[in-house]
C-alpha cells in the first residue's frame, strides 16, 4: 500500500483568489432571528446557509485560518480541488498565494466546513484566554476530513460518465490517471479517478432495490432495510480487511491507497442494482442470471484496465518499488477481481425467489 | 401631656381621627402632613412611592414580543415555502431561502406518520428513524460535495428536507383513498418521488450554490423519499 501519505497540493497547483469571507462574516449577523425585513445579506454568498445563531461577531479579524499568527486570512491552499472554478483550470499558472508556515496541519482546518465555526471559536476563545494554543482534534482527523473530500470532488458529468464505462467498459480507451505536480487530480476533472459518490450511491440505491423486490413478493417490512444496510456495510468492512491484510502479508508496495480501494470496491453496487432491476422487470431467473454474467464480466474488465496501472508495476520506466513480486502483484489483483462478482452474487441470491 | 393622674385618664385624644389619617397615609406619605418638610431641601419619598401600577403592565406587554415570533413561527414564511414547495419548477423566493425554521417539517413528518395508521401500519418509530439517518447523511453529504465557503447546517437541512416531504405526506394519504398496486402504483410513486427531491435538490442547489451538481443532489434525496414511498406502498 502508498507509504505517500495524506494528500498535499503541489506548490505549483493554482490556488484561487484568498477568500475575505471572515473578515466580512462579523458584521452581518441581525440581532434577533425572527422576523427580518427580507432583504438578502449584503454578502450573501458568503453567510452560511440558513445558520442565525452562531456568535460571528465576537471573532476577532484573526479568525478563519491560522490561529497562530495574527495576519490577515490565508490561502485555503487546498480549496482549489474542491471550488468549481479551479477545477477548469489550464496548467498551472505559477502564482502563489502567500501561505503561512506556521502549523501547516492546521491550515486544512481553515476551510473545513464540517468544523470551521465550532472549533474555530473554541479555539481562538482559548487562546485568547490562556494564550496557549489548542487543537480541539488531532491533525489526522482534520487531514483525513480533507483527503475524504476529494473523493466528493464531483460532477454530474463525471458520473455519467463513470456509469457507463461501468457497465460497459469494453471500448478501447486511455486507462490511465492524471496527475498534476504528483498530485491525483480530482475525479471531476479526470473521468479514471476513483470517487466515492457513485459507490455510496449505489449501495444505498441496492438497499432501496432489495425492499423494492422484497415488497413485490410480499415479504417486505422494514426492519429489512436495515437488516440490508448493515449486511452492506459489514461486507464491505470485511472484503477491505481482507484485502489490506493480502497486500501486507504479500508485501506489496503500490500506489493504490486504502481510500482507493474502498472506492473501487464500491463500484460492484452498481452491477448488482443492474442484476436486480433486471430481475425485477422481468422476473425471470434465466435473465437473472444473464445479467449477473455480463456485469461479473464488465466490472471484472474494468477493475482489471483500472488497477493494472497501480498494482502491477510499469513494464517501463522507472521502478520505484521493486520488479521482484510480479506474481504476486498478479494473484492479488486476480483476487481483487474475483472477490467482486462473489459478492455480487452472494448479496443478491436471497432475493431472487423461483 | 402631664403626669397628673387625673389628666391622664380624663384626656380626650386631639387629633386626627383614623379617616383623616388613612387619608394622609394613602397618598403614599410616610409622615403626617403636619411633618412633610420642604421637599426641595429634603428627601421626599413621594416620588418614589406611588408608580402607577398600570403603566407597569402596559411596560411589561409592550417590551415582549408576541408568542409566536419568539417561537420562531412565521406563518407567512411558511405559507410561502409550502406554496415553493408544490410548484417544483419556479424559482424560489430569495427571501424564504435563508429562514430555517422547524415547525413545518415537524408537522410534515407527524403527518406522514398519522396517515401510515390510517394504513394499518404503526411505524411512527421508523419514520423517525429514516428522517434522523437520511438527515444525517444528506447534512454530511452536503458538507463534502459543496465548496468550502459555503457549508450548510444540520438545522438547514432538516428544514429543506422537512417541507420537501409535503408530496410524500400527499402520496400516503392519497393511497388510503386509491390502492397504489402494480405497475401503475410504482409510476405514481416515482412521479411523486420526483417531484419531494427536484424541490429539495432546487432550494440546495441555489442556497448552496453548488454548479453543475443539482443533479447529484437531487438523488440522494430522491433515495430519502424513496424509503418513504415505500414504508407508504408496501
Known amino acids: ?13 493554482p490556488h484561487p483568489p ?10 452581518q449577523q441581525p440581532p434577533s432571528q425572527f422576523y427580518q425585513p427580507t432583504a438578502p445579506y449584503p454578502a ?30 490565508p490561502a485555503p491552499s487546498h480549496n482549489a480541488f474542491f471550488s468549481p472554478q ?85 471500448r478501447p480507451r486511455n486507462w490511465s490517471l492524471g496527475y498534476s505536480a504528483d498530485e491525483p487530480v480530482p475525479p471531476r476533472v479526470d473521468t479514471n479517478a476513483p470517487d466515492y459518490y457513485i459507490p455510496l450511491m449505489s449501495a444505498i440505491t441496492y438497499v432501496l432495490v432489495a425492499g423494492l423486490v422484497l415488497g413485490t413478493q410480499d415479504r417486505f417490512t422494514p426492519e429489512q432495510l436495515g437488516m440490508h444496510a448493515s449486511s452492506v456495510l459489514v461486507w464491505n468492512i470485511i472484503e477491505i480487511c481482507v484485502l489490506c491484510f493480502t497486500f501486507y502479508i504479500f508485501n506489496v508496495q503500490s500506489k493504490l491507497r486504502t481510500l482507493d480501494l474502498i472506492a473501487y470496491c464500491g463500484y460492484k453496487y452498481v452491477g448488482m442494482i443492474a442484476a ?8 425471470s431467473l434465466f435473465v437473472y442470471r444473464c445479467s449477473l454474467l455480463y456485469v461479473s464480466l464488465s466490472l471484472s474488465y474494468f477493475l482489471v484496465k483500472c488497477l493494472r496501472l497501480q498494482i502491477l508495476p510499469d ?21 481483487v477481481v474475483i472477490l467482486q462478482p462473489f459478492f455480487i452474487w452472494y448479496l443478491t441470491r436471497h432475493l431472487i425467489v423461483d | 401631656m402631664s403626669w397628673n393622674s387625673g389628666d391622664f385618664y380624663n384626656q380626650q385624644y386631639i387629633g386626627l381621627t383614623s379617616y383623616e389619617l388613612q387619608e394622609q397615609y394613602a397618598n403614599g406619605n410616610f409622615m403626617p402632613s403636619s411633618f412633610q418638610f420642604n421637599s426641595q431641601q429634603f428627601y421626599s419619598p413621594n416620588e418614589y412611592l406611588s408608580p402607577t401600577v398600570s403603566s407597569t403592565l402596559d411596560e411589561i406587554e409592550n417590551t415582549e414580543p408576541p408568542l409566536l415570533e419568539e417561537l420562531g413561527i412565521n406563518f407567512e414564511h411558511i405559507y410561502k415555502k409550502t406554496k415553493s414547495i408544490l410548484n417544483p419548477f419556479a424559482t ?21 406518520a398519522f396517515s401510515l395508521l390510517l394504513l394499518g401500519k404503526i411505524h411512527f418509530g421508523y ?45 400516503s394519504f392519497a393511497s388510503f383513498v386509491f390502492r397504489f398496486n402494480g405497475f401503475f402504483g410504482m409510476t405514481i410513486a416515482i412521479i411523486f418521488i420526483l417531484w419531494s427531491s427536484i424541490s429539495a435538490s432546487k432550494l440546495f442547489a441555489a442556497s448552496l450554490a453548488m454548479i453543475g451538481q443539482q443533479l447529484l443532489v437531487a438523488y440522494p434525496c430522491a433515495l430519502f423519499y424513496g424509503v418513504f414511498a415505500l414504508l407508504t406502498m408496501f
Open chain 1, 276 to 283: 436486480l432491476s433486471s430481475y425485477l422487470l422481468t422476473h
Open chain 1, 18 to 27: 484568498s477568500q475575505q469571507q471572515q473578515p466580512q462574516q462579523q458584521q
Open chain 2, 127 to 171: 419514520v423517525y428513524g429514516i428522517v434522523t439517518l437520511g438527515t444525517v447523511g444528506m447534512y454530511a453529504l452536503l458538507n463534502l460535495m459543496a465548496s468550502s465557503d459555503k457549508p450548510c447546517s444540520g438545522i438547514y437541512t432538516t428544514s429543506v428536507l422537512g417541507y420537501c416531504l409535503l408530496p410524500m405526506v400527499i402520496l
Open chain 1, 44 to 73: 450573501a454568498a458568503n453567510n452560511y446557509a440558513g445558520d442565525f445563531g452562531m456568535p460571528q461577531p465576537q471573532i476577532p479579524p484573526s479568525y478563519g485560518g491560522d490561529f497562530n499568527v495574527p495576519q490577515p486570512p
Open chain 1, 86 to 170: 479551479t477545477a477548469f483550470y489550464a496548467p498551472p499558472s505559477q502564482q502563489q498565494m502567500p501561505s503561512n508556515q506556521a502549523m501547516p496541519g492546521v491550515e486544512y482546518l481553515s476551510n473545513n466546513p464540517l468544523f470551521n465555526v465550532g472549533l474555530n471559536v473554541v479555539e481562538q476563545g482559548m487562546k485568547d484566554f490562556t494564550g496557549k494554543t489548542v487543537n480541539m482534534l488531532p491533525n489526522e482527523m482534520k487531514k483525513s476530513i480533507s483527503s475524504i473530500k476529494y473523493y466528493f470532488a464531483v460532477d454530474q458529468a463525471y458520473v455519467f460518465k463513470k456509469l457507463c464505462l461501468l457497465l460497459f467498459p469494453f
Open chain 1, 315 to 335: 513494464t517501463g520506466g522507472s521502478q520505484p518499488y521493486g520488479s521482484n513480486g510480479n506474481k504476486r502483484r498478479i494473484y492479488l489483483l486476480l483476487l
Open chain 1, 1 to 13: 500500500m502508498s507509504s505517500r501519505g495524506p494528500m498535499r497540493l503541489g506548490k505549483n497547483y
Open chain 2, 92 to 112: 424560489p423566493d430569495s427571501s424564504i431561502l435563508d429562514d430555517v425554521d422547524l415547525a413545518g417539517p415537524l408537522v410534515f413528518c407527524l403527518a406522514f
